[in-house]
């Protein structure tokens, strides 16, 4: 069965950072392609950052390009998020999953921008 468990949010000041981090069990996590995802109330989870099996490529969604870093470590089985220069629109529930084959979800973190 798979788990994934993410960690790391919290409140932050815009302009600041934080760095998600994301835990996934349950599968052969080397060779998926994972992502993270945001949503706010009453919006569609939308995909912000996805990353290969191996690690080597990635690519963003146009509101987090050049602000957020997707990377992993496949032999802990993590996949991370740092996010720079966060604004208040980045405030939401960030979850990570496999875009391929979306799992069950797990309980996300809550990332809130506010000052």
């Known amino acids: 069965q798979v788990q994934i468990v993410e960690s790391g949010g919290g409140l932050v000041q815009p302009g600041g950072s934080l760095r998600l981090s994301c835990v996934a069990s349950g599968m052969i996590f080397r060779g998926t392609v994972m992502g993270w995802y945001r949503q706010t109330p009453g919006k569609q989870r939308e995909l912000v950052a996805r990353i290969s099996a191996g690690g080597r490529t990635t690519d963003y969604g146009d509101s987090v390009k050049g602000r957020f870093t997707i990377s992993r470590n496949n032999a802990r089985n993590t996949v991370y998020l740092q996010m720079n220069s966060l604004k208040p629109e980045d405030t939401a529930v960030y979850y990570c999953?496999?875009?391929?084959?979306?799992?069950?979800w797990g309980q996300g973190t809550q990332v809130t921008v506010s000052s």
């Open positions: 999953n496999a875009p391929t084959q979306l799992y069950n």
